[in-house]
């Protein structure tokens, strides 16, 4: 780039800096990824290059050539409790106060795939999320909601292929073509075995799962996204931004790989592959983060892959605001974290953003935190003129140099997983598990040591806090679910149920597609942990080797 | 002989990033960890905890699960004679649900924000001999 300050004035400035007198606190300056980070960016430390506008590859500037002057992003949050009912209260709340779209959360025994009577569901039904069995209670969630008017996101990856078929049966029943019905299904599996573990069968029949539910969208469903790429897990599980973005776009690309080996077209799937990322409180380098991903992701599809359809190699993703980051100790000042974290996803170019609540680190939100979270996202919108410029920090010496460093790292993590021979064998060697695991605990010691500061947690501290009010979940609701769930089962047309099943059994031991099996079980009444039995039959459980 | 302390995941939630810091901090302060990864019934811990001679069980919970599957590992232990076997916890738990805890039996819970260091105190005050074994 060219230089174009005055003549000694960068060495002046050095000697300045030098010379003067500097905070001596020990508190690093790295970013919280542990990127060295200078006092002073200047145009020295850009690259010589084209000048990039919106819309125009590789995206870093973004997507869309309007940003959000063309549409705003969809503020969309997670939510799910207790019972469908429940659950369903809250969403017609969350609608008529503005939402624009409807994002579920699971409870554990439905993400597990098993259903609420199950023994091992004892004590965790309706806890993190809705607890959905059957078509029955997809029903009652979606009830009084046109799923053709709406978008709707859902977190569940093992049990994915199931819930899809649950969610387009009520589409099905609400008089909405498959073809009207969009919607975002997270279906990663690959970073579940990398993070947040909540994997059932080992990663081979997981992808062929997620392929077949791939391929069924792009015919049946074409304004589904297929797969929601999740990087937020493996942040929240302890990554640095870096592994965030590097481990998560190889599981982009693996995904890419499979689809191309069942002989798919890329620019048949591609454009329905979206990702989700997590917003952390250090701003910039989040920043960087979101806008390197863009880059990565186009030049990849388009000069590894081929691609040709534009949709392909624009990368769309979803934000969440960092649930790590939130404390316990004064609470109220998650409102702010969240703020500084959301505006980063904005300034960053998301496409959908969820802001979490300040009661998240005890519980699921009440209305009113849930109703506070939503308002912080509209006041980023409204008030702060964030959304009036594209990237408003393209351009800007420290954030373009943060970005190229994103991508710099990101390139040479995927150079390491290819030497190990790919996601998979990186996975089953517990690559990712282990370089999480280090990063995780390298930060929990600098803020041990203060190298790190955690406001409220290691330094500016009160004595004798208010007790927050949280949600409570009901636990005598465990018992109603679990009747439900008997109930499904006992009035249900017991021949057609078995007749599905049957033919799902032996459909999982072919290579035909699944998603038409599935969607006639779950038409059926089929219940989810029955469905996942007749897959574990035949493809048998994963366990991982536990590494500390 | 260093302290034993087994620590576990019980219950469908996968998220181990607290499980395992904590297990290498315990580690790392010379304490002998056994890590029984994800997914453990109160059972299985139990019996680890017996099997492997541990003074004490560590579990960590993040699914609202912990009001019912902490208990059912403290009766778990009593049912099998082994009260002794001192159980602490940790992970997204209210205060309230803290005190009800404390109440039946567990020694000690470590909500979000706590320092690994007053985890290792908290260990060595109730264990001085054993923890003052050499690493």
């Known amino acids: ?548 | 002989m260093p302290l034993r302390i087994v620590m576990a995941k019980v219950g469908l939630d996968g998220h181990d990033r607290g499980v395992k810091v904590v297990a290498r901090a315990l580690r790392d302060a010379g304490f002998e960890v056994i890590y029984t990864g994800l997914r453990q019934t109160p059972e299985m811990v139990v019996d680890a905890a017996i099997q492997e001679d541990a003074q004490v069980i560590g579990l960590s919970l993040h699914s609202g699960a912990h009001m019912t599957l902490i208990p059912a590992v403290v009766d778990e232990l009593k049912r099998k004679g082994a009260e002794d076997i001192m159980v602490f916890g940790g992970g997204i738990i209210p205060e309230e649900d803290i005190v009800e805890l404390k109440r039946l039996g567990v020694a000690e819970i470590f909500p979000p924000g706590s320092g690994l260091q007053q985890i290792v105190d908290f260990l060595r005050e109730r264990f001085p001999e054993e923890a003052a074994a050499p690493a």
């Open chain 1, 1 to 548: 780039m060219k230089v174009r300050y005055k003549a000694g004035s960068k060495a002046e400035w050095q000697e300045a800096f030098a010379t003067s007198a500097k905070r001596d606190d020990g508190i690093e300056t790295s970013t919280i990824s542990g990127i060295p980070v200078k006092p002073l960016y200047t145009s020295e430390d850009l690259d010589d290059g084209e000048e990039e506008l919106p819309g125009e590859f590789p995206y870093t500037r973004g997507v869309h050539p309007t940003g959000y002057r063309g549409r705003l992003w969809t503020m969309r949050q997670f939510s799910g409790f207790s019972t469908a009912v429940e659950t369903n209260r809250r969403y017609h709340y969350l609608l008529k106060n503005g939402q624009t779209g409807l994002s579920v959360a699971f409870d554990m025994p439905t993400l597990m795939g098993q259903d609420s009577d199950a023994p091992t569901s004892r004590g965790e039904v309706g806890h993190c999320g809705v607890a959905v069995d059957s078509l029955a209670d997809m029903e009652t969630l979606f009830e009084g909601i046109p799923v053709g008017e709406i978008t709707t996101s859902m977190t569940i990856n093992s049990p994915a292929a199931i819930l899809l078929a649950m969610y387009l049966a009520v589409a099905e029943k609400q008089g909405v073509a498959f073809n009207q019905v969009g919607g975002t299904l997270q279906n990663d599996i690959l970073k579940e075995y990398i993070a947040q573990k909540e994997y059932i069968f080992p990663p081979e029949p997981s992808m062929r799962l997620v392929v077949d539910s791939i391929q069924y969208c792009a015919a049946e469903v074409p304004k589904w996204n297929t797969v929601s790429i999740s990087g937020y897990h493996i942040r929240e599980a302890g990554s640095t931004a870096a592994q965030e973005l590097a481990f998560t776009l190889a599981d982009g690309f693996a995904y890419v790989d499979a689809c191309l080996e069942r002989g798919m077209k890329i620019d048949d799937f591609a454009p329905r592959l979206s990702f989700f990322f997590d917003a952390h409180i250090d701003f910039f380098e989040e920043i960087a983060k979101f806008r390197a991903a863009r880059r990565i992701w186009a030049r990849h599809l388009r000069e590894r892959y081929g691609a040709q359809d534009p949709r392909s190699w624009k990368l769309r993703f979803h934000t969440q605001t960092a649930g790590v980051s939130l404390t316990a100790q004064q609470p109220e000042l998650n409102i702010a974290r969240t703020a500084l974290e959301a505006l980063s996803a904005v300034l960053g170019g998301t496409n959908s953003l969820h802001t979490n609540a300040m009661d998240e680190v005890l519980a699921l939100p009440t209305d009113k935190t849930a109703r506070i979270a939503l308002r912080t996202q509209q006041l980023i919108a409204y008030e702060t003129g964030a959304a009036s410029t594209i990237d408003p920090l393209g351009g800007s010496y420290f954030v373009e140099a943060l970005t190229q460093e994103m991508e710099d790292q990101a390139e040479a993590y995927f150079k390491k997983i290819d030497a190990i021979g790919g996601v998979i064998p990186a996975i089953e060697r517990g690559f990712f598990q282990k370089e999480i695991a280090d990063a995780a605990y390298r930060y929990q010691s600098e803020l041990e040591s203060k190298r790190r500061i955690m406001v409220g947690v290691n330094e500016f501290e009160v004595e004798d806090e208010d007790e927050l009010e949280i949600l409570r979940i009901d636990r005598s609701k465990e018992q109603g679910q679990v009747e439900r769930v008997r109930e499904v089962r006992a009035r249900r047309d017991s021949a057609r149920w078995s007749k599905t099943m049957t033919q799902l059994g032996k459909a999982a031991n072919s290579t035909d597609n699944l998603m038409p099996y599935i969607l006639d079980a779950v038409r059926a009444y089929a219940t989810e942990g029955e469905i996942m039995g007749k897959l574990v039959e035949a493809w048998g459980l994963y366990t991982e080797e536990a590494v500390i």
